[in-house]
């Protein structure tokens, strides 16, 4: 069935240094990969979300990778700060469904 | 352009009862997805719904679960008979289209004592 696999479960890093999380999809269909940040007791936001046909987007000091052959896809945060800490999902999800299929998490903090 | 709204955003419910969780989408949203977040956990899909239609229901308990949208109002996600494994927070999100971006509400914490 569908599975989206995220690494690592935790991450901590200095301030200034550069955060990397990955994740690996199953479903060869999916199309389209969201990265959403969640802090403690508050919603999902979007911070970017990258589609099939491109291999690379960036925003400031996030960015996203997809290599669609390995079926897998990053997310780049380079000059992190405090409020960076959070938790960061991976999802996947295909014109076939639309439906979000969820990485486990990553928490990552980052050490003032 | 208000986004997401979703209520009540915690509901305690004693073991038998039942459970209506409400959610508006984004003005101009006509689908809403319904996420399901154990604590500790990521999120898992329930079901996906467009205007007086159940698109995929694949991630919905087979019993006890039910939602709707109808023409009017908001979408809701009912829980019969709740039992303390249903303990967990229950998030909407809305999108335009197909593939869209979707966005989440705030999400309602459900604990069944």
């Known amino acids: 069935g569908e599975n989206v696999e995220q690494h690592p479960s935790t991450l901590s890093v200095q301030e200034g240094d550069s955060a990397v999380i990955k994740c690996t999809y199953s479903?060869?269909?999916?199309?389209?990969f969201p990265w959403y940040k969640q802090e403690l007791g508050k919603r999902p936001q979007l911070i970017i979300d990258i589609r099939s046909n491109v291999g690379e987007k960036k925003d400031q000091r996030i960015a996203v990778t997809l290599n669609k052959t390995a079926k897998h896809f990053s997310l780049h945060i380079t000059e992190t700060q405090p409020e960076d800490s959070a938790v960061y999902f991976c999802?996947?999800?295909?014109?076939?469904?639309?439906?979000?299929?969820f990485g486990q998490g990553t928490e990552l903090s980052v050490k003032p | 352009n208000a986004g997401v709204m979703q209520n009540p955003r915690h509901l305690v419910r004693r073991r038998g009862q039942e459970a209506r969780l409400r959610c508006s989408p984004m003005?101009?949203?006509?689908?809403v997805y319904w996420y399901r977040q154990l604590p500790e956990e990521g999120l898992k899909f329930m079901v996906y719904l467009q205007k007086e239609n159940i698109i995929d229901e694949s991630g919905m308990p087979k019993e006890r679960f039910s939602a709707e949208f109808p023409k009017e109002g908001p979408s809701i996600l009912r829980i019969q008979q709740v039992v303390r494994g249903d303990s967990a927070a229950y998030f909407c999100?809305?999108?335009?289209?197909?593939?869209?971006?979707?966005?989440f509400g705030p999400g309602t914490r459900l604990t069944v004592l």
């Open positions: 999100a809305s999108s335009a289209g197909l593939l869209n971006e979707q966005f």
């Open positions: 003005k101009g949203h006509s689908h």
């Open positions: 999802a996947a999800s295909s014109n076939q469904g639309g439906k979000l299929i």
């Open positions: 479903d060869s269909a999916s199309n389209y």
